[in-house]
């Protein structure tokens, strides 16, 4: 079983669609939680980070639900600019600053 | 401010051949890693320093993988002999002392011939 999983998609929306992505972890022990973004041919970038209580930055939603081990991301008012590949990131508690990651959910926003 | 420099950005090289990629992590970031991104394999570490000492190379695919951060602003990923199967994305990120975020570079596209 992969440390991190996702649904690599990819999700075809249409612009203003809300559209939400999961991400399983198998470590329990896990500690911090992490989406980034990575455009076609491009490094992947921060989006956000995952708090235990959710957390929310403009049109995106972040939350964590350590009991099932899974992590989401809520697009609203998807814009075209908005695809991308979604990475879930996880530090899996080792005390080390290594991160793993997930292999990513694409996200096509369509006109 | 600059952000993490990484050379070259596009390397092709014939099987059997040293590969030697370089990275320049953001000034005053004391952790630095190497990952490779293939499709099938998605982004995998490599190796990563902290203080410019290696901490954890257990991803290190096999001898043939190296690296090495003589100082703080430098560090470099070397391949020799390299494979078709090394074609991938080799990206380096770095991170401060207070923060788990990584930030990255802009990677070197491989491709072994």
């Known amino acids: 079983r992969k440390e991190v999983e996702q649904d690599p998609g990819p999700f075809n929306v249409p612009e203003g669609a809300t559209v939400a992505f999961n991400c399983t972890y198998s470590n329990s022990a896990s500690q911090s939680f992490f989406w980034y973004r990575q455009d076609c041919r491009k490094e992947p970038k921060l989006l956000m980070s995952?708090?235990?209580s959710g957390n929310e930055d403009g049109r995106f939603t972040a939350q964590l639900n350590r009991a099932s081990q899974y992590i989401s991301l809520l697009i609203r008012d998807s814009k075209l600019s908005d695809s991308a590949t979604y990475l879930c990131v996880v530090n899996p508690g080792t005390g080390r600053r290594a991160l793993t990651f997930g292999s990513g959910t694409r996200l096509q926003v369509q006109p | 401010d600059a952000g993490v420099i990484q050379s070259p950005r596009h390397e092709v090289t014939e099987m059997g051949q040293e590969v030697t990629l370089r990275c320049k992590p953001i000034?005053?970031?004391?952790?630095l890693f190497w990952y490779r991104q293939t499709m099938m394999r998605g982004l995998e570490l490599l190796i990563y320093?902290?203080?410019?000492?290696?901490?954890?190379d257990s991803g290190m695919p096999e001898d043939r993988f190296s690296a090495k951060m003589p100082n703080a602003s430098f560090s470099t990923l070397k391949i020799q002999p390299s494979e078709p199967r090394d074609s991938a994305v080799y990206f380096c990120?770095?991170?401060?002392?207070?923060?788990?975020?990584?930030?990255f570079g802009p990677g070197t596209r491989l491709l072994v011939l």
């Open positions: 995952v708090y235990s």
């Open positions: 320093f902290n203080n410019n000492v290696p901490i954890d």
């Open positions: 000034s005053g970031h004391n952790s």
């Open positions: 990120a770095s991170s401060p002392r207070d923060t788990e975020t990584q930030y």
